[in-house]
Each structure stands twice: as structure tokens, then as C-alpha cells.
């Protein structure tokens, strides 16, 4: 009988001010993590905390470490690239973006085990990863990797223009394409991944209006195609996880792509990708 196929969901740049303020001091899409009742691993940018007053983001965030499904991952305290950074600076990148998570976390049993690069950049070269991810094991992180995104910063804002213009059609437009190119993309690794056990994703997307507004429908995406959701410790456990990361340049494409070794046979993978097309990425640079 065929393995069950599995999905972590982690999301990042939590918390997301704007669109808790635009609710009414709410997160919505935490609200609907709640109810869905699955684990999620969240990735934190501690410099939206100083967006809020009077300690209000401090006590956003504790909502979300707060419940059991979540576990806390750091994203950098500012959201920087790497490359460009360089090594010393970005230590305190990492440094900086844990400081008010491990408070929080002192009594709660959880541990701050991931670091996820902003952009999935991760160096410039070699040297520069190696050097970082040394760093960062010395500090008792392991690297998040994600296997699949479908580009949810693009449709979020060309949903948000649809909203802010009143027009719901094309509100309601832009989830229905996000859904259809996250299924299509599953898919997509599917077709790639042929033999047993399947690959465990871990799916990345962002804390924003456009998942606060489908996550059901997203759910059920995954759902339909026979996933069950699980903690991103759980999928790593996946033995495609042990494979080396062969890619050593600053681009931010799926951990996938960083187990194929030969740059040829990648490229070719990479171009025969679904993605959100033309006419929608033009929209979006606009
Ligand atoms: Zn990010």
C-alpha cells in the first residue's frame, strides 16, 4: 500500500501588523490556524513588534506561540538578505531575531529549533554558506528548508488592489488562481517524485490578507490531493530531507531543486515549472 503523503505548513513574517490592525486588533488567519486544529511552524521578524504600541505586538505574538499546534522559527530580526549583509552583521540578524521569542517561550516548553533565511537566500557562494551555517548550528538552529511555495506575495497584492478597489470578482479571482497554481504546482513535484515513499512537503506561504481569507480552501487543496498535515520536524524526518544541498548560489528556489546535482538537469526541471505567468507577473511589478 502506498505511504501516506504529508504536508508541513510554516508561514512567515509573523506577525503581520497591517492586517491585524485592518481587523480590529485580530489575526484573522491565526484565528482560522485555531480552528483547523493542525500544526503550523511560524517564522518570526521580531521588528514588526516595533510596529505596534504599548507592548501590542509583543502580546500578537504570544497569542501565536501561545497555542499548542505552533512552533516558533526565526526569520531574521529585520528581514535581510544575506548576500549583501555579510557574515558578521548577519550574526546579529540571527541574534536580534530571537530576543523577545525566547522570553516568550521561557515557560512554554518550546524551543526555537529553525532558522529560515529571508528570500531563501543563503549565500552568495560556498564560503559564505558554509560559514553561516556553521554559525548557526553553534547556536542550535538547523536551516528550514521548504519544498513548495506558489508565489502567494504576488497574488496577495493583486488581491489586495481588487479589495481596496471594491471589486470583489476579481478579489474573489486572485484566490482562485493562488489555489490553482499551489495544486497545479503539487502536481507538479509529484509527477518528480514517482517512487515510495512519497516526498513530505513543507509549504511555505506568508502571514497575509489573501491566506487569511482562503485558508479553509487552501486546507482543503492539500486535502483533496490526500495530504495530512503535520509538524516540519515530522517531514524532515522524510529521508529525501538527508540529501545534500548542491546548490550554492543566492537564489531562492525550492530545496527540490537543491537536491539535483547537475545545473543542466535542474535548469531544465526549473523551466518546465508551473508558475503564475506573464500577464499576472506584470501586473504584479507594476
Ligand atoms: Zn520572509
Not at 521561557?106 to 543563503?122: A, M, Q
Not at 503539487?186 to 482562503?214: K, S
Not at 508558475?275 to 499576472?280: A, C, D, M, Q, R
Amino acid at each position: 500500500m502506498a505511504q501516506q503523503k504529508k504536508v508541513a505548513f510554516t508561514i512567515d513574517d509573523v506577525p503581520n501588523f497591517r492586517e491585524y490592525k485592518k481587523a480590529g486588533n485580530n489575526s484573522v488567519l491565526l484565528e482560522k490556524i485555531k480552528q483547523a486544529n493542525i500544526p503550523v511552524t511560524i517564522f518570526i521578524n521580531e521588528i514588526n513588534l516595533t510596529r505596534f504600541k504599548d507592548g501590542e505586538g509583543v502580546q500578537l505574538l504570544e497569542q501565536w506561540l501561545k497555542d499548542k499546534n505552533i512552533d516558533p522559527g526565526n526569520h531574521g530580526y529585520a528581514h535581510q538578505r544575506y548576500v549583501g549583509q555579510g557574515f558578521e552583521a548577519y550574526k546579529n540578524e540571527v541574534v536580534q531575531g530571537e530576543v523577545q521569542t525566547n522570553i516568550l517561550l521561557k515557560e512554554g516548553g518550546k524551543t526555537l529549533d529553525y532558522f529560515r533565511f529571508p528570500y531563501n537566500c543563503l549565500g552568495e557562494d560556498s564560503t559564505a554558506q558554509h560559514k553561516i551555517r556553521n554559525y548557526l548550528k553553534s547556536q542550535g538552529y538547523a536551516i528550514a528548508p521548504f519544498t513548495i511555495e506558489s508565489s502567494d506575495y504576488i497574488y496577495n497584492k493583486l488581491y489586495l488592489q481588487a479589495v481596496a478597489a471594491g471589486n470583489t470578482a476579481e478579489a474573489e479571482l486572485r484566490i482562485t488562481q493562488y489555489l490553482e497554481l499551489t495544486k497545479n504546482l503539487l502536481l507538479f513535484y509529484e509527477g518528480l517524485y514517482t517512487n515510495q515513499p512519497p516526498l513530505d512537503h513543507i509549504y511555505l506561504f506568508h502571514d497575509n490578507a489573501l491566506n487569511a481569507a482562503c485558508f479553509d480552501q487552501l486546507l482543503l487543496v492539500f486535502k483533496e490531493m490526500g495530504y495530512a498535515f503535520v509538524t516540519m520536524e515530522e517531514a524532515m524526518q522524510n529521508p529525501y530531507y538527508d540529501q545534500d544541498n548542491y546548490y550554492h548560489g543566492p537564489h531562492g528556489f525550492s530545496w527540490i531543486y537543491r537536491w539535483i546535482p547537475e545545473d543542466e538537469k535542474r535548469n531544465a526541471i526549473m523551466k518546465r515549472e508551473p508558475w503564475v505567468g506573464k500577464k499576472l507577473y506584470s501586473l504584479y511589478l507594476k
